[in-house]
Every structure is written in C-alpha cells, then in structure tokens.
C-alpha cells in the first residue's frame, strides 16, 4: 500500500507492479484529474497557490524572517508536488550523497545513486553520454528560452573566471551553464504521465483518488490497515505486505504524527494516543531560502506574450504543435557557486530569471515595465524547522516552521553571494541591463541594510525535505525505527539537503526504493 500519489508515490506504483509478481493499491487524498494547466508549461504560474491543487499550507511566522508567515505549496492530486513544480531538472552534488552514506547509511553514497538516477531519466543529443540515463521514463531536455540576455549573462560569468558546465547533471561543480527541464515535446514531463499513467492498465495496481489517509493503524508493532476519509465515509483499507508513507515532508510526518509515531511532546500536545515514540519525527526539516536581484529591462517575450491575443494564439500553438513560448520553461541558466573556496562544492545556485514574475495578461494596457533577475537560493543551508501535528484532527493542517535563515551564519553567506553577484554584474557588456536596480536597490550597501533586505524578502525556492530523516526516523532501508511493515520515501527521508532543485532525486531515492523493497521480496 502507497499512501500519497505524488512525485515519489508514482514512481514507486509503476516499479513494484512492473513484474506483475505483487499487488498495489496507491491512496491519494487529492484529485485524479490531470488539468491542461498541469500539462503546459507556463500553466505552472497557474497552479501554485490554486486551492483545487494544492494543500494551501502557510508557515508558523519565521523566526528567521522577523515574524513573516510564507506560503507554501503542496501538490494535492496525482502527481503531487511534481505536477504543479517548476521542472527545473538538477541531480545535485556528488558530495550530497557520499555526505548521506558518511552517517552510516550504506547504500547512498554518489555511487548507488547514479544507478537510481539513471534508472529515473531519458536524455539524448548533446546531453547523452555514459553518466547519463537514455531509457528512463523522464525525458530531461535543455532549455529552449529564447533570449539574448541568457548567453549575454553566460559569457559575462565566464569572462570573469566561471567554469562554463555543459551539463552540470553529468558533473557537478562551481560554474554556469544552460538550465534542464523535464519538459518532453512542449509538455511536462511528469511522474503522473512518465510513470503512474503507462501503468495504469495493469491489473495490479488499482489507484484510488481522493481518499484522504486519516492515520496508520499499528498493531503489536507492526502496521497494519489505514484509516480512509472518502467524501462522508470512513474507510478501512487492510495492508496484506507493507505501508509506505510517500506523502511529502510535511505530509508524512503529519501523518507519523496522527498516528501516534512521534516525540512524547508532541503527540502529548495535540491529544494523540502514543504508539512509538519516535523524537526525531517532523524535525530536522530544511529548506533552500532565496532572494531575488533585479533589474529593470526592456519588454521580454513573456511582456509580449501576455497580450491576451498573441497568448491565445500561442496557447493553441502549444496545444496543436507542441510548441512556441507557452511550451518554454520559466528559467534559462543556472550558476553555481561556492561561499568559500573551502567547500567541496557549491552550496549556492543562481537561477536566471528573465521576466518580472507578477506580470499579468494584458489587452490595451501593457503592464509599465519589465525586469529580469538572478535568483539566489541557499542550497546548503545550516537552518533548520520542523513540523508538528497541533491535533488530533486528521483534517487540520500541522504547524510547519521552515525555519530558514534562523541561522546567522546561513544570512552572512547569502549576503556574500548577492554582495559577489550584485559586482559580478557590474559590467560594461551588462551596462544597458543593469541600468536601474530594481531590488535590493542602488542605495543599498552597509551589512545592516543587507541584512534587512534578505530577512525582509526571502522566502522558499518550495524544496523542503528531511521531516522524516533516514537516520533518524527510518533505516537505510527507509524502515520506520522500532515497527514493521511502515516505510517512509519521499522527501522526508533525505537527511541532508540537496545542492539543487530536489525533485530529480526525489524520483531517483524513490527508484531506490523501488529495487530495495523488490530484492528484499525475493
Ligand atoms: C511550486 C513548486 C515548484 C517547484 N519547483 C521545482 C523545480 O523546478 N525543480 C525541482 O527539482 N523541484 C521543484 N519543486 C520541488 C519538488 O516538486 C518536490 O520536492 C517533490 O515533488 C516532492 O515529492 P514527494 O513525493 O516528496 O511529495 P509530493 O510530490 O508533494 O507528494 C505527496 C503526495 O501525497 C499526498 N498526500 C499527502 N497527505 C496525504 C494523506 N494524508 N492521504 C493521502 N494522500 C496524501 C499529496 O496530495 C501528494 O500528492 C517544486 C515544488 C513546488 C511545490
């Protein structure tokens, strides 16, 4: 039994039914429908903060953040988080994984994951090549932005001493290069459609949509059935082998929580009956924080595209032909960097936006101007939050802090990386591009006002993992410490974060998964 039909939850109801030896039932508390919006790729700006797809999370205010209170999406139908993301493609540094396998993890290390990763991904053209996967369900692509600021911005890093990468998905290191989308054909590239939906048609796997886990039941340790909510009813659904909790990093903890698996506190606090007391459930959450560097610009594509006509025509352009700027993703480049040369690798990623992001479809009026900026994620970030459940209620959301930037040393090495950018562009080559700073400002220069300035704007890149750590909560094989038949994998299991967008390995922990509970059943 799969509870949660998200990113890692498809992947793992394709791969255990594959051999047709074992059945599967996948229980996702969200919709089964799989709207065009989640199908073209600038639907994404669509889908974020759209309550008929997401769980509509806001955050306990931050500590780090002076109070504020941040949103944070969450897929809430097939495909989960994976449906509604950004689709940037990026495996991360091999030193994420060996530093995982370095906690006594046997089984993690750069080397077992490349297996899994290739195992997740299709490449071919420019991009193939031995550390690559060209048979994989996901199809990874680079991107097809057109826009003469992205090899404008390149070729000003590299003038300065930034290695050009290729493709950092083959080797990761410090330097700039063309970002990857798991766009396929002007569509997204999903879990949903690369590995739940081809598996669909085979008889052992039934799906069932919008049935909400309301708690694992666990019985003399072991864990046994679920209890469903399905409209007005109360489901009971038995587990003949085993439970795997793959409902996100604030969704399984939740869930852990509910079901009395937790710290004595917690459960304590939120009238739950104890089961397992577990401390390290719902902590250790992290997550990357971002700011954003801006600059006024001319009109960009997406200015132009947003008249309501021209974004008519080439939506159906996108639809008919698969193609023209709605199929585009919304980055272009990624640059990455280390905060100090003693790293192993870069804990910093720059994305290259090319457009103000609040800009909205116009007629007569365009909007007054446009502006492209360098997004500046924390990718190694020392914070850390937590999730706790607040009740007993299965329906009332956990209190989440992602406590981002609650580290001092996390804000100086943010500030250093905008201080080194905000130079970095100080250029003749970008002189008609960097006229008018936008944020933080040119005004902007003493630490305090640095200061001000990220803890006054960060927010998430929404890559939280972590909230059920491996280690902590479960085993190298993902078992939940002290129970049987209850595993945890999704994001929640990663102990340490990944220096990248995470949904790659995501997917590539959850094939893991996949061929660890498949040996382990013979
Ligand atoms: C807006 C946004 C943009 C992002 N952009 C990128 C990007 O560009 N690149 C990238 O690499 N990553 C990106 N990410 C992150 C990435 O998508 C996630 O890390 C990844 O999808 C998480 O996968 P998961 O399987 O852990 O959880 P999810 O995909 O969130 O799946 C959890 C599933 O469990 C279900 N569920 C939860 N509780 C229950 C319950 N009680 N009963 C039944 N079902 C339940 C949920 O509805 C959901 O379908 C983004 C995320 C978001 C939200």
């Known amino acids: 039994m799969i509870v949660g039909g998200g990113s890692a939850g498809c992947v793992l109801a394709n791969r255990l039914t594959q051999c047709g030896r074992y059945s599967v039932i996948l229980l996702e508390a969200g919709s089964g429908r799989r709207p065009v919006m989640t199908q073209i790729p600038l639907g994404v700006g669509r889908l974020w903060n759209n309550p008929q797809y997401g769980w509509g999370y806001r955050s306990a205010p ?179 082998r085993e439970i795997i909790l793959s409902a996100g990093t604030f969704g399984s903890p939740h869930l852990l929580h509910l079901s009395g698996i937790g710290p004595g506190t917690v459960l304590k606090a939120a009238g739950i009956e104890p089961v397992a007391f577990n401390d390290g459930v719902g902590r250790n959450l992290w997550e990357h924080p971002r700011v954003a560097i801006e600059f006024r610009r001319p009109p960009s594509y997406m200015h132009h595209l947003l008249r309501w006509d021209r974004l008519v025509l080439r939506l159906m352009q996108a639809l008919a032909l698969r193609s023209g700027p709605v199929t585009w993703p919304l980055a272009a480049a990624h640059l990455f960097l280390k905060t100090s040369p003693e790293r192993i690798s870069p804990d910093v990623q720059v994305l290259l936006r090319l457009f103000d992001p609040s800009l909205q479809p116009w007629l007569l009026h365009p909007p007054a101007g446009d502006r492209w900026g360098m997004v500046v994620c924390l990718v190694q970030p020392d914070s850390r939050g937590r999730v706790q459940a607040v009740s007993d209620d299965p329906m009332k959301a956990p209190k989440i802090t992602t406590g981002i930037l609650s580290n001092a040393v996390d804000v100086a090495r943010l500030i250093g990386a905008c201080r080194e950018l905000r130079q970095a562009m100080d250029t003749p080559e970008l002189a008609q591009w960097t006229r008018e700073e936008v944020t933080p400002g040119a005004g902007l220069s003493s630490e305090a006002d640095w200061e001000n300035f990220v803890r006054d704007t960060a927010d998430t890149i929404f890559h939280p993992g972590g909230s059920c750590a491996m280690g902590a909560v479960v085993d190298h094989r993902l078992m939940v410490h002290g129970l049987s038949g209850l595993r945890v994998a999704d994001a929640s299991v990663m102990p340490l974060p990944v220096s990248g967008n995470i949904h790659a390995a995501v997917l590539a922990v959850a094939e893991k998964a996949a061929t660890m509970i498949l040996s382990a059943a013979g």
């Open 62 to 240: 931050e500590p780090g953040l002076r109070g504020r209170q941040l949103e944070l999406p969450r897929g809430r139908l097939l495909g989960g988080s994976g449906a509604i993301n950004a689709m940037n493609f990026v495996r991360g540094a091999a030193a994420d994984f060996d530093a995982w396998h370095a906690l006594g993890l046997p089984g993690w290390s750069s080397r077992d994951m490349a297996a899994s990763f290739r195992a997740v991904e299709r490449v071919s053209g420019a991009l193939a090549g031995p550390h690559r996967g060209d048979s994989g369900p996901i199809e990874v692509n680079e991107t097809t932005v057109q826009d003469p600021l992205i090899d404008i911005w390149i070729s000003v890093l590299k003038a300065q001493g930034h290695a050009y990468i290729p493709d950092y998905n083959a080797e990761f290191s410090a330097g700039v290069g063309r970002a990857q989308f798991n766009i396929a054909r002007g569509r997204r590239c999903d879990p949903r459609s690369a590995y739940l939906d081809p598996a669909l048609r085979r008889r052992n796997l039934t799906v069932l949509s919008g049935h909400h886990v309301a708690r694992i039941a666990v019985s003399q340790g072991q864990a046994s059935h679920v209890i469903v909510r399905h409209g007005l009813a109360t489901l009971r659904i038995v587990a003949r």
